[in-house]
C-alpha cells in the first residue's frame, strides 16, 4: 500500500510575543492519500496560512510530525527544505507570480533549472505541460501578452512541470472573474481525475471549495472538520469541537 502524500500527527504552531508564545495551531492531524483532492478552508486567524506554509516546507511547526511522501520533513534544516519544496511540491499563488521578461516556457520551466534538468529537456517538458494546460501555441510569448486566467494557467503548468507529489493552491482564483475562475477550476478538476495529481486548495469561496471531494475546515487553529464537501459547507463556524 503506498504512503500517504500528506501525513501530520499532531501539528504545533506558536508565534513569540512579548506576552510569551501565541499558539496558532492546537496539534492538527491530517492524511491526505495520493489523487486526492481536498479544499481547506476557515475564518479569518483560523490558522489555514500558517498550516499550508508547514505543509509546503516554507516553515516548521513548534511540535508534531510531517511526513511528506512518506518522508520525515518537520525539523529539517531550511536548505533541505528548499530542496524539498523544490522536488515534490508545486505551488500556485493567487498571484500569478510570473517573471515578466522570461517568455512563458522559460517560466514554466524555472523549477527544472534548480533541479539541474538540461535545457532541451526543460524546454520539452515545458512545451508539453503549456499543451496540457491549453497554451501549447503560446511557448514564446510573454507573460503580459496574454490574459490573467491564461497566466494562471501557465503558473499551473510551472508547479505541475517537476512531477511533484503534492501541489498546493492558496486562493488560486482570488484575481480571477467568475467565468475565468470556473475554467481554472475544471482545469484543477481535470488534472485531478484524469492525471492523479494530489490536489490541496486553500479558499473562502464556496463555489470554489466545491469542485473539491474533500473539506478541511479549520476553526481557532483547529480541525473542525474532515470529510465531503456538500456536508462540510452547512456546518457552524463560530468553535472547534
Do not use: W
Not at 479544499?39 to 500558517?50: E, F, I, L, Q, R
Not at 517538458?125 to 503549456?130: F, G, N, P, V
Not at 498546493?168 to 484543477?188: C, Q, V
Amino acid at each position: 500500500m503506498s504512503k500517504p502524500v500528506i501525513l501530520t500527527r499532531g501539528i504545533v504552531k506558536e508565534f513569540p510575543s512579548g506576552a510569551g508564545p501565541v499558539r496558532i495551531l492546537h496539534g492538527i492531524d491530517l492524511q491526505v492519500d495520493a489523487g486526492e483532492f481536498v479544499a481547506v478552508m476557515g475564518p479569518s486567524g483560523s490558522g489555514k496560512s500558517t498550516f499550508m506554509n508547514i505543509l509546503g516546507c516554507l516553515d516548521s511547526p513548534t511540535a508534531g510530525d510531517y511526513f511528506l511522501n512518506g518522508e520525515s520533513v518537520a525539523h529539517e534544516r531550511a536548505e533541505r527544505l528548499a530542496a524539498i519544496r523544490n522536488r515534490a511540491i508545486g505551488f500556485v499563488f493567487q498571484g500569478f507570480n510570473l517573471l515578466p521578461r522570461s517568455t512563458l516556457a522559460d517560466n514554466v520551466a524555472l523549477p527544472l533549472i534548480y533541479a539541474g534538468v538540461p535545457a532541451a529537456e526543460r524546454r520539452a517538458r515545458a512545451a508539453d505541460m503549456l499543451a496540457r494546460v491549453g497554451l501549447g501555441e503560446r511557448l514564446d510569448a510573454l507573460p503580459a501578452q496574454i490574459s490573467g486566467g491564461q497566466q494562471q494557467r501557465v503558473a499551473i503548468a510551472r508547479a505541475l512541470v517537476n512531477r511533484p507529489a503534492l501541489v498546493l493552491a492558496d486562493e488560486p482564483t482570488g484575481n480571477l472573474d467568475t467565468k475565468t475562475s470556473a475554467e481554472i477550476m475544471a482545469l484543477f478538476e481535470s488534472l485531478n481525475r484524469d492525471d492523479g495529481i494530489t490536489l490541496l486548495l486553500v479558499t473562502h469561496e464556496t463555489d470554489i471549495a466545491l469542485h473539491a471531494r474533500r473539506l478541511v475546515r479549520l476553526v481557532d487553529g483547529q480541525k473542525a472538520y474532515d470529510g465531503p464537501v456538500e456536508h462540510g459547507l452547512h456546518q457552524p463556524v463560530e468553535g472547534a469541537h
